[in-house]
């Protein structure tokens, strides 16, 4: 083969390389598996979730599930959700659904050390606070007050593996 027939060849295998997209940068220190403890409007709660890449990682995938003891007022119950997170053109999205028939949209906003997931009735924020520690609050607005958020959940987690 001649040289220059093989640095083209050579070429087109490291291009695609070359180009990988690195749309998770931003959320990179979400990725992994999480134990989490935390308190709020559904009281008391422990639980876990993990932020993994999916789909050759077009998109990230957060299961969540959340356990609840039985109170005065209530039995135990568990909540567990899905979160899909994707690229739309140049921005991230995502959406949720979960076991209470919820389904939410959300504007993704990230920085090096923490996200947002966002719209005018939720925010949900994760914050980076050690190598393997987040604090994470869930905020709900009312309706005839949009954006206007108060606190329903404040946790905490700790990575148990990337």
Same mark, same amino acid.
């Given at each position: ?79 567990? *959700?899905?979160? @899909?997170? %994707?690229?739309?053109?140049? /921005?991230?999205?995502?959406?949720? =659904?979960? +076991?209470? *028939?919820?389904? @939410?949209? %959300?504007?993704?906003?990230? /920085?090096?050390?923490?996200?947002? =997931?966002? +719209? ?5 924020? %994760? ?36």
């Amino acid at each position: 083969m001649r040289p220059a027939l093989v640095s083209f060849v050579v070429a087109l295998a490291v291009w695609p390389q070359q180009l990988k997209d690195n749309r998770w940068a931003a959320l990179s220190f979400l990725i992994g598996e999480w134990s989490g403890e935390g308190v709020g409007g559904p009281g008391q709660g422990s639980g876990g979730f993990s932020f993994l890449p999916d789909q050759d990682r077009k998109v990230l995938i957060r299961r969540n599930r959340a356990d609840y003891p039985a109170t005065k007022d209530k039995p135990a119950y568990s909540h567990t *959700d899905l979160m @899909i997170v %994707y690229k739309e053109e140049t /921005s991230l999205r995502a959406i949720y =659904f979960d +076991n209470e *028939d919820h389904v @939410i949209n %959300y504007d993704v906003v990230a /920085s090096p050390s923490s996200v947002q =997931f966002l +719209n005018k009735t939720y925010r949900l924020t %994760y914050s980076q606070t050690g190598p393997d520690l987040v604090s994470i609050r869930f905020e709900i607005s009312p309706p005839d007050h949009p954006g206007d958020f108060k606190t329903y959940i404040d946790a905490r987690a700790h990575r148990k593996s990337r």
